[in-house]
Structures are given as structure tokens and as C-alpha cells.
């Protein structure tokens, strides 16, 4: 055990120690085992760390939540996750104090789930959504969990029910994007939230999304460095990810009639002033039937990203810059499917047993084929 997850472990002991003679203490958990095998043209599964070798460690974690009530109103949160992708690093996810007021009415302030997806609050927690893993083609998001303060407002109306957030915050440290480990600053970050729910049956989920970021540890930073370096800091600042600011919208819906369900999920994406960041739209169809404790479910999804070619204007053709920039224009070019045949089987209580195929392809030449197998144990407690 690293002196981190010790420290961690210690930490929770002296909170658990000190909460129960005053507070009321929860403790849930969660965790999965996933094992998985790439195939076909690619290295790895596109955005993952799949590839032709038996994996049984990527996707499988353990992580516990502890809630501590200190009174009518103020309670303590933390969720601690350790995560095979990073060695098993125990980590805090979460770390919030929340207050629940009258009519409704909340906040939290600390670390907390940024809220990029409908699944988001639940990313780590398999037990709780149907697939093996949220869709990938739309799920590809690096940045999980900010520091931050959120409002809420919960309302019901009849049948109806309705959920908002606003959240304001920043975060600085590592992310995973694609596997990919990036260093990652984000500031004055405004997320907004909205969710609609009718009898159970009908859910309509809108947010929109300001994070400023900048962000270092990518293949890019080698060329950018060059550009500095040769005299031209200002078309270097625009291949750079340096306090750029993004918008990032989404749209999610669900039809549930009981056995068969339906989830669809839409994003869009864009930067100003990163030249190498192409505007993205993202988004997966998945449609599911309830038979027992059998639920088989399909998925399509799909990526698509325009570059923006028009910075190449700033390069004569026979500038030896030239094609470094095309290159790293185009490898943000996207035009990929992802086709999904998935099978949960709830065979026990408060555990799952998962399996999935994954058939990806593109129509970007440089984008390889490739499959993922993969098989898991979920559960909750």
C-alpha cells in the first residue's frame, strides 16, 4: 500500500471515529471486476487501453461512500475510489459538505461530480446503468470532478418532476483522456443543469457547460514549444490549450414503458481560439428489454469532428511548418460508429453480471477498426 492510499486510510478511520460520537454515519460501496480484449486493426480500442491482451485490470474498482449527518440540515460527504487504471491509488472522488434547506433548496461546497452527462454522478458506480460502460462514443470527457460551490433546486408538481444545478468552480490536476494522462488547470468554470422527470416513464435532461482550461502533457506541446521557439509565439498560443474557453452542451432522453426502455444521449463541443480543436458532435441511441433479470440491450453511436483547415492559411505550403500543423489539425478529424450488443443478467441481489461487444469503425483512413470484448461483475452494497 503507497503512503497515499495510507494516508487516506487513516483519514477515513479518523473521520469515521470522530463522526459516530456526534453524527450519524452512512457507508455505501460499490465496485466491479471487468475483463477485456481488443482485436482487429488498431494497437489499442480507440480512447481506452484495450488491446490484444487479456485485461482485467483497466475497467475493475472498488470505492465507498461515507455520509455523515451532522444535523437537520448539514451533512458530510466523501467517496473515495480505487481505480485499476491507476493502480489501485485510492483517491478522493468526492469530499462536499452539503446543506439541504427548506422547499427544496440546497448547496454543496467541496469537490463534487461535474455534471457533463446524465450518468455522470454515477461513472463509477456499473451497478447503476445497464451497459458495461456508459456509450463511449459519448462518454470521453477527461475532466470528472471539480472544487467548487453548487446550488440545487428539486420541485415536484404532480407527476412531474424537476431537478436544477448551477454550479462554479475550477480544478488542477491530472486527468485521463483516452488513457492518456494530461495536466489539466480549469478555471471559472459555469455549469448549468436541468432535468425533467414525468411518472417515471418520460426523463428529459439538458446542461450547458463553461470550463476555461488549459492543459499541458499532450503530443502537441513538442510542436508548440518549436513555433515559440522559431520566433512565432502568437500561432503558437492558438495550437495551444492555454486558458481557452469551451462550450460544451448536452441533451439526454429516456422512454421507459416498463419492459422496454429507450436512452439517447447528445453533445456538442467547441473552443475558442485552439486552432487544433476540432467542433465535436457526439451521440448514442441505445434501446433495451426487461425480461426477468435479463435485460439485452443495443447501442449505436457516433463522433463527428470538423477541423479547422483555415489556420493552415497562416503557413505558406512550403513553410517547414506546414505539415507538422496539417498533421496535428486532422488527428482531431473524427467520423467513427460504435455498434454495441450487450446482456445484464442481475443474478443475485445488488449484483450484476455484464457482458458487451463493441464493434468500432471510421471513415478517417488514419482511425484503425477494431472490437472490444469484455465481460464484468458489478455490484453495490
Known sequence: MSLKSKTLVTAVC???????????????GFGQVVVGQAGGDA??????????????????????????????TVSAVG???????????????????NFAFENGLGMKLGRQRLAFYRYSDYLDVGYA???IRPPSSVYTAGLRNVDGISF?????????????????????????VGGVVQQQKTENLMSFVWELDYDSWAFLRLSYHLPRNSVRGVALDTLVDALIADGRPELASRLATDGDTAKFFEIAGQVDLGNWFVNA???????????????????YTSVGYRAGAFTPLLTYGH????????????????DPFYNRVR????????????????????????????????????????????????AGVVFSF
Open 152 to 176: 440545487n433546486y428539486a420541485h415536484s408538481f404532480g407527476s412531474w418532476n424537476s431537478y436544477a444545478q448551477f454550479l462554479y468552480g475550477g480544478y488542477e490536476g491530472d486527468v485521463k
Open 327 to 374: 498533421n496535428a489539425i486532422l488527428k482531431d478529424e473524427l467520423d467513427d460508429s460504435y455498434i454495441s450488443a450487450g446482456l445484464r443478467w442481475d443474478f443475485l441481489s445488488n449484483t450484476a453480471l455484464k457482458l458487451d461487444y463493441t464493434r468500432f469503425s471510421s471513415d478517417i483512413s488514419t482511425r484503425l477498426d477494431a472490437h472490444l470484448i469484455s
Open 14 to 28: 479518523a473521520l469515521l471515529l470522530a463522526s459516530s460520537a456526534h453524527a450519524a454515519v452512512d457507508i455505501s
Open 79 to 97: 467517496q473515495i475510489v480505487a481505480s485499476g487504471a491507476d493502480d489501485f491509488e485510492a483517491d478522493f472522488a468526492w469530499a462536499y459538505i
Open 129 to 131: 446503468y445497464p451497459w
Open 265 to 283: 444521449e447528445f453533445t456538442s463541443r467547441k473552443r475558442e481560439n485552439a486552432a487544433h480543436f476540432s467542433d465535436k458532435q457526439d451521440w
Open 303 to 318: 463522433r463527428s469532428g470538423d477541423p479547422q483547415l483555415e489556420f493552415l492559411d497562416e503557413f505558406a505550403p512550403n
Open 43 to 72: 494497437a489499442l480500442f480507440p480512447d481506452s487501453l484495450y488491446d490484444d491482451n487479456v485485461d482485467w485490470k483497466n475497467e475493475s474498482l472498488f470505492g465507498v461512500q461515507i455520509n455523515a449527518s451532522l444535523n437537520d
